[in-house]
């Protein structure tokens, strides 16, 4: 998975600054409209708000991993100079995207707020004051895959014949796939397959460390434990999408669909949110909110400037309306508004009551 979507010259991701939008293989909240950047960039100036009690000048860094060619960020840039200038004169915007393709095309992407990029690298910042970002970024990370056997755990492993790439099953690579689900209390019942993203819990450990102080968000698509390792996902959650369709299994036993065309179609899993969770806490992060994407941004759109905007009376009849179709879209259950989940950490904040917790903590 690593391999296929990473590599650099072959990856999936490396040979293209975007992947995502009409032409795409797939639809992020980022395609529908500039309006979600708008709704982070509200949140955003809360945090920075919240971090400011004492009217300090310091920079504010924004971090965005995974950022791609850049345009979410430049949204939320622009947003923030719109409507709320002093906080935009003291950002700093920081962009961390392993491909160079797509940090080439992010000089273009963000030619006019280019002046507050401080960085653009494969690396996260030394240290971070102000709010990291993460928009469907951990259920990209490469996953370990296991399945349960009556002798007990196995790992699915992929091995060339020539060729041809099929998949095995063999002992565990490290006992850290056993501990994992003994850690959650919770057991596969014999024939489940599932994913494990050793991967993401390094990954918010890594940036609890370097955040000073300041927020992180997530965005992704996935489930707490006991729903995600559980009978209604007993098949697993490893998926390849082409061209806005999910593949369905393999012809043969041994190759699944995300395996037939490794660096040519884009591989995901669904995300454990109760183990970064835990493993965000255990690093010293402090758990503030877990919901859906829908209920998180009617608590931002609901709020502020960006409520008054969607009135009739705000703009023209045709730039209002296309805003509300695009909200409309953002917010649908069943689609992103339900898939999606939001999870927020704070560090050093203390317990804010946050816009985008103010209509409903709940995730489907």
Known sequence: MDLALYHPHLGYYARSPQRSGRGGDFFTS???????????????????????????????????????????????????????????????????????VARAAQLTVLADVSDHVVSSSRALPESVHGVVLANELLDALPVHQVVMR????????????????????????????????????????????????????????DVAHRLARGFVMLIDYGHEAAELYSAGHAAGTLTAGYRHTNLGPGSQPGSPAWLAAPGEVDLTAHVDFTSVTRAGES?????????????????????????????????SSVTTLKRRLALKTLLLPGGLGSTFKVLMFGKDVGHPALKGCSYRVRAT
């Open 30 to 100: 980022v395609d529908v409209s500039p309006l979600f950047g708008e709704l982070l960039a509200h949140q955003i100036a809360e945090m920075a708000e919240v971090m400011d009690d004492d009217l300090s000048n310091r920079p504010f860094d924004f971090v965005e991993v995974g950022a791609g060619n850049g345009r979410l960020t430049a949204d939320v840039l622009r947003a923030v100079r719109e409507h709320r200038p002093q906080l935009y004169e003291r950002m700093s915007a920081h962009l961390v995207e392993v491909s160079d």
């Open 150 to 205: 009556r002798q007990g755990l196995r790992e699915v492993f992929v091995e060339s014949d020539g060729a041809v790439l099929r998949t095995v099953e063999g002992p565990l690579s490290t006992p850290a796939l056993a501990s994992y689900f003994a850690d959650l209390g919770l057991a596969l019942e014999p024939g489940w397959r599932a994913e494990v993203n050793l991967r993401a819990r390094q990954w918010i450990v």
């Open 283 to 315: 690093a010293g992060l402090v758990s503030l909110g877990f919901l859906d994407q829908t209920y998180f941004l009617m608590g931002l759109a609901l709020t502020g400037p960006i409520e008054a905007s969607l009135q009739p009376e705000s703009a």
